[in-house]
């Protein structure tokens, strides 16, 4: 078990080398001069060179995405930003509460409405409440989560006034955002939750269990539940590594200043080191919460557990399971 | 998929027979079959079907062009002239929202025929050959999906500039992990089959064995997937015209409209409302395809 997690911790290092070297390469590739940007349209070459030498650009690339590589994994330097010549990590740190609180509380919210919703939907599966509840799942997952901002913005803020159409200074500032995204990430649940609880309804084992008389209540927790939360595992994960990125266009409504906001606005204004580190922070937290779900994923099935710790354990096997499960191994 | 012949096909067959239609049964009409008996998949085929046809035939169905402008009747709410009322500069938002179909749908499906050009090929090549081929591919696959699709996305629009190509280009690159993931767990499923086997066995090369035998056998999974991705795409091509890297004003985008509309939302939410419509009801007929898809090429979970 200690091994495995060491193995995917290390693995975290390859994963930012390469990230860097992604965004890198896209920055590389980039037509225009960044200086020339910053700088108004008379000026001369030797300014442009000035701006060149104090930000670096003079070196060849490779010289450059070295120091880079070698800058974070010493001091955590993430370079420094074109506009506000700030360090970019002070500024990409600063963001990254707000990012993460929007992520884990909704992706939380969602969790506690998703599960007991898509459940109770797959027992009653057919009838009118399992129909209306998928018909909202289906419609929510497919609203893009701006435009559903905008509608809560016109009706709670502009038509009734009981929140603030945008800052997060106060509490109350943080019921919208938040609520959009809980809505997407319960109706993912909700859809997941229904058909891997639809698949596991139909084991053989749960006949046996009906057979040998035991209560439908403990049926439904221990042994239908147990097993199809599984994928939900999964699913939870990925969604709360995606809200980690895909939460941005939330931000820029609401202005919510967190990373993804963050990152658009460094775009705009052609400050690569901001948006280098702003991705580099988001790939780092994604990676770490899918590192996170995998070992959780190993501690709550016991089948994966005991390939790990038990002394017969298959090296092969394991693999197996893990890719079965979509685990990376 | 392998012709077998089951109880359900024979039974199907011999109701069509009685029809005085013969047609044979296979496993892809029996599932087109139960797709089309399936309510709400026909409802998500019919609405994109609708969204194709708006964007096909988007100036035969509408009074004025996109970009008409016409100062005297701005920021008009929704009449019988203009059902979707008209915006800042008294353009007619019908026009605009119709003639937005004609860029974002046509950006999402390239985008998603590039995704699974470049993902798919990577897939099946990392399950074809296993070991330490599929070992490499798969460890930069996982790299390349540890930056959210959407993010790279966005980094390569802002920074190789805003136009139609290269937004298809960033989309997809955003994309392939998954669709490499997807193929190479579906390929996964029949590398083992014995007509594989045999196929090697008779000196079939390797290309035909990936296209002739594993890829066709392993369909079900990744149309699944592709359909799923189509509605994602939409999705995002939207939200990267949202926050200003996709597609620029004048051409109209269901994004950038609302983007747009959203400097009016207080005043004239209409503006926000009709765009926002479009771009559910094309990703809402994707999911209902999607799902009926499922239901259809896996009959043991219905």
Redesign the interface.
């Known amino acids: 078990m200690t091994r495995y997690i060491l193995k995917r911790l290390l693995w975290l290092i390859?994963?930012i080398i390469?990230?860097i070297t992604?965004?890198f390469a896209?920055?590389v590739?980039?037509?225009g001069d960044p200086a020339a940007s910053l700088l108004d349209k008379n000026a001369t070459q030797e300014q442009i060179d000035e701006v060149h030498h104090r930000l670096g650009l003079d070196k060849p690339v490779i010289e450059r995405w070295f120091n880079y590589v070698i800058g974070v994994f010493t001091r955590f330097d993430l370079g420094t930003s074109y506009t506000t010549l700030q360090p970019v990590r002070n500024e990409v740190l600063a963001k990254l509460p707000y990012t993460l609180a929007l992520a884990v509380a909704s992706t939380a919210l969602g969790v506690l409405f998703g599960i007991p919703l898509g459940v109770w939907s797959a027992l009653k599966q057919y009838t009118f409440a399992d129909g209306a509840i998928l018909f909202f799942s289906?419609?929510f997952?497919?609203?893009?989560n701006?435009?559903l901002s905008?509608?809560m913005?016109?009706l709670f803020a502009?038509q009734l006034g009981w929140l603030p159409?945008f800052g997060v200074q106060t509490l109350s500032g943080w019921v919208m955002p938040v609520a959009v995204a809980t809505i997407g990430s319960m109706a993912g649940i909700i859809r997941i939750t229904r058909?891997s609880m639809?698949?596991v309804m139909?084991a053989d084992y749960i006949r046996t269990a009906r057979a040998k008389g035991q209560t439908e209540g403990k049926i439904v927790i221990h042994h239908m539940m147990r097993n199809a939360m599984i994928p939900v595992a999964t699913s939870v994960g990925s969604g709360l590594?995606?809200a980690?990125?895909?939460n941005?266009?939330i931000e820029?409504?609401f202005s919510l200043p967190g990373i993804?906001y963050y990152?658009?606005n460094m775009?705009?204004s052609r400050n690569?080191p901001g948006?280098l580190g702003g991705?580099l922070v988001?790939?780092i937290m994604?990676?770490i919460v899918?590192l996170l779900v995998d070992i959780a994923y190993v501690i709550i099935d016991p089948r994966l557990k005991s390939q790990i710790t038990g002394k017969k354990a298959s090296k092969r096997q394991f693999n197996k399971l893990l890719?079965e499960r979509?685990v990376?191994d | 998929m392998a012709k077998n012949v089951t109880p359900e096909m024979t039974r199907i067959n011999a109701r069509r027979t009685k029809n005085g239609k013969v047609r044979r049964s296979t496993p892809s009409s029996e599932a087109w079959f139960r797709l089309m008996r399936n309510k709400t998949a026909v409802l998500g085929l019919v609405l994109l079907l609708a969204l194709f046809t708006v964007a096909i035939f988007a100036p035969q169905l509408t009074k004025y062009g996109y970009d008409e402008v016409h100062m005297p009747e701005k920021l008009q709410g929704p009449s019988l002239e203009h059902p979707f009322g008209t915006d800042q500069l008294g353009r007619d938002m019908l026009s605009r929202c119709f003639y937005g179909a004609r860029t974002t749908l046509p950006i999402a499906l390239c985008a998603v025929v590039f995704a699974i050009t470049v993902g798919g090929l990577l897939g099946i090549i990392s399950a074809y050959f296993g070991g330490a081929t599929d070992n490499i591919i798969m460890?930069?696959i996982?790299?390349?999906g540890?930056?959210?699709?959407?993010?790279?996305a966005?980094?390569?629009v802002?920074?190789?500039?805003n136009n139609e190509i290269v937004l298809v280009i960033g989309l997809s690159m955003g994309a392939v992990p998954n669709m490499a993931?997807t193929f190479r767990?579906a390929i996964?499923t029949v590398i083992d089959s014995d007509y594989v086997e045999s196929s090697k066995a008779m000196g079939a090369s390797n290309l035909r064995i990936m296209f002739k035998h594993l890829v066709p056998n392993a369909v079900g999974p990744v149309i699944i997937a592709i359909v799923g991705l189509l509605?994602i795409e939409v999705?995002c091509v939207?939200?990267l015209s949202?926050?200003?890297?996709g597609i620029a004003p004048p051409t109209p985008e269901w994004?950038s409209l609302?983007s747009t509309?959203?400097q009016y939302?207080?005043t004239h939410?209409y503006l926000?409302?009709f765009p926002?419509l479009f771009?559910?009801l094309a990703?809402?007929g994707f999911?209902?395809l999607g799902?009926g898809l499922r239901d259809a090429l896996d009959p043991?979970?219905k």
């Not at chain 1, 997952?141 to 893009?144: A, D, F, G, L």
């Not at chain 2, 802002?158 to 500039?161: E, F, H, K, R, Y």
């Not at chain 2, 949202?242 to 890297?245: R, S």
């Open positions: 390859p994963v390469g990230v992604i965004v896209i920055t590739l980039t037509p289906v419609l997952v497919s609203m893009p701006f435009w905008m509608l913005v016109s502009v159409s058909s639809l698949e139909r590594g995606n980690l990125g895909g941005m266009t820029a409504v993804g990152i658009v775009i705009g690569y948006m991705i988001t790939a994604f990676t899918n890719r979509g990376t | 460890r930069i996982d790299i390349w540890s930056i959210p699709g959407i993010m790279l966005i980094a390569i802002a920074c190789l500039g993931r767990g996964f509605g999705l939207s939200a949202f926050v200003g890297v994004g609302l509309g959203r939302l207080t939410a926000c409302f926002g771009i559910m990703v809402l999911n209902l799902d043991r979970l």
